[in-house]
């Protein structure tokens, strides 16, 4: 960890990206890119963007598969047709998960870091067919104390901080950047 | 003079520490450096362990208890001004 809190600018194409570093299946992943989502409830962790190749992808799908006590989830994408979301959700109810792309498998995801600033463990969705961003949304940022503005320069950012590691240097920042001041209730 | 890493002479540094900020302007390729937790190597720099097309067994064999894996893969969607992933 080398940042008390989290401070990202906006980049070319509206978005917030940023680099996370993270443990699962016992293996630590750095500098992996994120996508900061206000949009997206779950964040979901694509195996595809961790490297690791479609065949062993499968293997831990199985896994995930067979073992009961590993939560699952469907979620659709945009572009999801009627027929197939109708069909996904028969196939999901009927526990026949290993061909639905659209499941995710829950996760407990260790030592987790946002832009160099320590997270803590969090349950994520780990999904092993999908492509595209690794999408940190409302689930971890609604832990965070997070402001988005823009400066005078026209830069729009976003600082943050986790709820419980709120600290002096992130109040300073919070000032510099808002004009923002903890208000110290007494009595 | 600095050597400017690209993807036609990026395998040439296999297995030689690298600055993972040299390789931001390499396109759809999959480059897997590997950080050796015992190593004093800093947060941007990696061994370049594996280069190609696809992530494969070979790559996945890097994936062990013991070092960082820092999977980079650049795409170029992300240059294109009217073309952007969904979600």
């Given at each position: 960890m080398k940042n008390?809190?989290?401070?990202?600018?906006?980049?070319?194409?509206?978005?917030?990206?940023t680099e996370a570093a993270l443990s699962l299946f016992g293996i630590r992943?750095?500098?992996?890119?994120?996508?900061?989502?206000t949009g997206c409830g779950a964040t979901t962790i694509l195996t595809s963007k961790l490297g690791i190749p479609k065949t062993e992808a499968q293997k831990l799908?199985?896994?995930?598969?067979?073992?009961?006590?590993?939560?699952?989830?469907?979620?659709f994408g945009v572009n999801d047709s009627k027929q197939f979301r109708e069909m996904a959700k028969v196939a999901f109810r009927?526990?026949?998960?290993e061909?639905?792309?659209?499941?995710?498998?829950?996760?407990?995801?260790?030592?987790?870091e946002i832009a160099g600033a320590f997270i803590g463990n969090a349950e994520?969705?780990?999904?092993y067919d999908r492509t595209g961003n690794i999408l940190i949304g409302m689930d971890v940022i609604s832990t965070w104390d997070t402001h988005i503005g823009t400066l005078s320069t026209g830069e729009t950012i976003l600082l943050a901080c986790p709820k419980k590691y709120v600290n002096a240097e992130y109040y300073k920042e919070l000032e510099r950047f808002f004009r923002l001041r903890p208000v110290i209730k007494f009595g | 003079m600095t050597n400017t890493i690209t993807a036609n002479n990026v395998s040439a540094y296999l297995n030689k520490v690298v600055k993972i900020s040299d390789l931001s302007s390499i396109y759809d390729l999959w480059m897997i450096l590997i950080r050796p937790n015992d190593s004093d190597l800093s947060d941007d720099e990696g061994i370049l362990s594996f280069v190609g097309d696809e992530p494969?067994?070979?790559?996945?064999?890097?994936?062990?208890?013991?070092?960082?894996?820092?999977?980079?893969?650049?795409?170029?969607?992300?240059?294109?001004?009217?073309?952007?992933?969904e979600e």
């Open positions: 008390s809190y989290i401070k990202l600018f906006m980049n070319q194409h509206n978005e917030f990206r992943f750095t500098n992996v890119n994120v996508k900061i989502d799908k199985r896994q995930d598969c067979l073992d009961h006590s590993i939560g699952k989830a469907v979620s009927m526990g026949q998960f061909n639905l792309p659209c499941v995710s498998f829950v996760h407990e995801m260790d030592d987790f994520v969705k780990v999904n | 494969n067994e070979e790559s996945f064999s890097l994936y062990q208890k013991g070092n960082a894996v820092i999977p980079i893969y650049n795409d170029s969607i992300e240059l294109e001004s009217d073309m952007y992933y």
